[in-house]
């Protein structure tokens, strides 16, 4: 069974940074697209950011553009969310999320259901 593994949550300053990382368990994982998710305490989880992996093609929630970016390292199988100039309102669980080359669905990088491996969730909290 592929597990994702994520790390790099923590506390931080509003205006601070943190770097979150995921890794799928297995380099045989056949990756399409890895995306991140975030859930607070009372909401819905919500779509941050996702990367295709061939092409490299990124996407955003409003919310965190021209601050966080999306990259990715093909030979690890690994994702990674650079989040810049964080705020109170991003403080959240952060989800990976990740998509593999043999799903039917069309893919919409915004819908959870687009994807079908999880991690387990990063603490990512801001202060003001």
């Known amino acids: 069974q592929v597990q994702l593994v994520e790390s790099g949550g923590g506390l931080v300053q509003a205006g601070g940074s943190l770097r979150l990382s995921c890794a799928a368990s297995?380099?045989?994982?056949?990756?399409?697209?890895m995306g991140w998710f975030r859930q607070a305490p009372g909401k819905e989880r919500e779509f941050v950011a996702a990367?295709?992996?061939?092409?490299?093609?990124?996407y955003y929630a409003d919310s965190v553009k021209g601050r966080f970016t999306i990259s990715r390292d093909i030979a690890k199988n690994t994702e990674v969310l650079q989040m810049n100039s964080l705020k109170p309102e991003d403080t959240a669980l952060y989800y990976c999320a990740a998509r593999t080359t043999g799903s039917s669905r069309i893919y919409f990088p915004a819908l959870r259901s687009s994807y079908g491996y999880w991690g387990q969730g990063t603490q990512v909290t801001v202060s003001s």
């Open positions: 990367i295709r992996w061939s092409s490299g093609s990124t």
């Open positions: 297995e380099r045989t994982f056949n990756t399409y697209a």
